[in-house]
T-cell receptor, first 112, second 114 residues
Framework: ETGVTQSPTHLIKTRGQQVTLRCSSQ?????VSWYQQALGQGPQFIFQ???????GRGNFPPRFSGLQFPNYSSELNVNALELDDSALYLC???????????FGPGTRLTVT | GDSVTQMEGPVTLSEEACLTI???????????LFWYVQYPGEGLQLLLK?????DKGSNKGFEATYRKETTSFHLEKGSVQVSDSAVYFC?????????????FGAGTRLFVKA
């Protein structure tokens, strides 16, 4: 069974740029959630995708957007990067009926 | 709204000491409760879970009991090891308002000294 994978591992961007982060869900999981974890804090829910549709969104501005593909992999896009967007971005997958999340290793984004 | 509050860290213990990390929650409905662990440089791993009142989750010597009357889910271990050094997050999911959204506490860093 393949776990959740994320790419890239690390990324450095300049303020105002755009970034795309990628996630492959665990085999058999059709729901993907994205979280932002600032240094020293708990993960904050960005949004969730279920069968290619957004299924809930946290308190993040519209410049945070996402996609889910037919194979249930997902992308997180962030436009007009700000310094405060520097964080670890975590992807988590689950099967449709469960609440426990299976997390990937994360992408560390640094905005300078 | 739904929220999780856990004790602030860091917590520093000697090997073989007893561990308790307190966690309380506020939620609508009957959420599932979780403890996740994050080792340095890694993502989160599910440590244990409980899905209804009075359930006890356990794994790797860690335990936590879902106490609805006190809205608590404290993490305990009888004898910690150096390898338990990590950040521990209490979390909930499946509330009336949040659905599948998982809400995390701020995390408690544990250091275990040899």
């Amino acid at each position: 069974e393949t776990g959740v994978t994320q790419s890239p591992t690390h990324l450095i961007k300049t303020r105002g740029q755009q970034v795309t982060l990628r996630c492959s869900s665990q085999s058999g999981h059709n729901t993907v959630s994205w979280y932002q974890q600032a240094l020293g804090q708990g993960p904050q829910f960005i949004f969730q995708y279920y069968r290619e549709e957004e299924n809930g969104r946290g308190n993040f501005p519209p410049r945070f957007s996402g996609l889910q593909f037919p194979n249930y992999s997902s992308e997180l896009n962030v436009n007009a990067l700000e310094l405060d967007d520097s964080a670890l971005y975590l992807c988590a997958s689950t099967s449709g009926g469960g609440y426990e999340q299976y997390f990937g290793p994360g992408t560390r984004l640094t905005v300078t | 709204g739904d929220s999780v509050t856990q004790m602030e860290g860091p917590v520093t213990l000697s090997e073989e000491a007893c561990l308790t990390i307190n966690c309380t929650y506020t939620a609508t409905g009957y959420p599932s409760l979780f403890w996740y662990v994050q080792y340095p440089g890694e993502g989160l791993q599910l440590l244990l879970k409980a899905t209804k009142a009075d359930d006890k989750g356990s794994n790797k010597g860690f335990e936590a009991t879902y106490r609805k009357e006190t809205t608590s889910f404290h993490l305990e271990k009888g004898s910690v090891q150096v390898s338990d050094s990590a950040v521990y997050f209490c979390a909930l999911s499946g509330t009336n308002t949040g659905g599948f959204k998982t809400i995390f506490g701020a995390g408690t860093r544990l250091f275990v000294k040899a």
